[in-house]
T-cell receptor, first 116, second 115 residues
Framework: AQKVTQAQTEISVVEKEDVTLDCVYETRDTTYYLFWYKQPPSGELVFLIRRNSFDEQNEISGRYSWNFQKSTSSFNFTITASQVVDSAVYFCALSESRGGNTPLVFGKGTRLSVIA | DSGVTQTPKHLITATGQRVTLRCSPRSGDLSVYWYQQSLDQGLQFLIQYYNGEERAKGNILERFSAQQFPDLHSELNLSSLELGDSALYFC??????????????FGPGTRLTVT
């Protein structure tokens, strides 16, 4: 069975600090996909990134970066120079391949508070 | 704006009642997913439809049902409502055409309160 664990329930940082959100996953599939979604206080779920299991290259998008390590089954998300607008709940998710279009298994989420 | 629309935004109803939540996927998307977000259970997958047919089932109660219509919009029906059904219900869509798609784009959600 697939499982996603986000051990950090809540994190609080001061603006401009760097913060890393941890995500550990379990799956028996050899091909799978990992995702991060952001849920701001307004409630919608915003897609941030998708990674497939064959691509362990780290990705950077502006202040956001992701570190995928298959050896430790982790897909961590770092926000550099955090801003108040980054305050949100962040979810890590996993889906099996099966040709795409498969349901997501979500972690419990990490609530990030960035204080000015 | 993800392009996925959900109505209504808020719904307040009493125990034992039945409600219908509606979702319109992004233009061209064939797959629709329903998820429930509650404080104790987190985000859970309920059911998926692909081009009108049920594709996958998750932790969906027997009191809940869904369908996807020929115009690809979907409805989630919740009946015999209980207090524990109070939650945020999300609809998501992905393409599912010849090219497989893995990202799901979520609607704004319907917040259901059962009193």
């Amino acid at each position: 069975a697939q499982k996603v664990t986000q051990a950090q329930t809540e994190i609080s940082v001061v603006e401009k600090e760097d913060v890393t959100l941890d995500c550990v996953y379990e799956t028996r599939d050899t091909t799978y996909y990992l995702f991060w979604y952001k849920q701001p206080p307004s409630g919608e779920l915003v897609f941030l990134i998708r990674r497939n299991s064959f691509d362990e290259q780290n990705e950077i998008s502006g202040r956001y970066s992701w570190n995928f390590q298959k050896s430790t089954s982790s897909f961590n998300f770092t926000i550099t120079a955090s801003q108040v607008v980054d305050s949100a709940v962040y979810f890590c998710a996993l889906s099996e391949s099966r040709g795409g279009n498969t349901p997501l298994v979500f972690g419990k989420g990490t609530r990030l508070s960035v204080i000015a | 704006d993800s392009g996925v629309t959900q109505t209504p935004k808020h719904l307040i109803t009493a125990t034992g009642q039945r409600v219908t939540l509606r979702c319109s996927p992004r233009s061209g998307d064939l797959s629709v997913y329903w998820y429930q977000q509650s404080l104790d259970q987190g985000l859970q997958f309920l059911i998926q439809y692909y081009n009108g047919e049920e594709r996958a089932k998750g932790n969906i109660l027997e009191r809940f049902s869904a369908q996807q219509f020929p115009d690809l919009h979907s409805e989630l029906n919740l009946s015999s409502l209980e207090l524990g059904d109070s939650a945020l219900y999300f609809c998501a869509s992905s393409t599912g055409g010849r090219e497989p798609s893995y990202e799901q784009y979520f609607g704004p959600g319907t917040r259901l309160t059962v009193t």
